[in-house]
């Protein structure tokens, strides 16, 4: 779904990267960032709830239900993760998943 939605959301020519790093403490990241659209401020602490579809998303041909980032916000709490949304209109999003050390 991150890849998915990153690549929706990125025009032709623009980036998409996938990273991933581990902590000294045995943590691990996942970070998706890419240089789309971006979400408006005001829509980015709504955009993990289940349903919700920002301007953008709705402007899109290819819709969704507004399920995909309430799914893997459930499946990180399941793993007693973190999933986290960082964005500028113009400038992309990042959305990193941060998994707690292994037991």
Do not use: C
Not at 50 to 71: H, M, N, P, V, W
Not at 85 to 103: E, K, Y
């Amino acid at each position: 779904n991150l890849l998915a939605n990153a690549l929706k959301f990125t025009p032709p020519g623009g980036r998409v990267v996938l990273a991933a790093s581990n902590s000294t403490d045995g943590s691990a990241e996942i970070r998706v960032s890419d240089t789309g659209s971006g979400i408006p401020a005001e829509q980015l602490p709504r955009v993990f709830d289940r349903f919700y579809q920002g301007e953008k998303s709705r402007d899109q041909t290819s819709q969704g239900a507004g399920l995909g980032l309430a799914i893997v916000r459930s499946i990180m709490r399941l793993h007693k993760g973190r999933a986290k949304a960082s964005s500028a209109p113009g400038r992309g999003t990042v959305i990193v998943l941060r998994f707690p050390p292994a037991s």
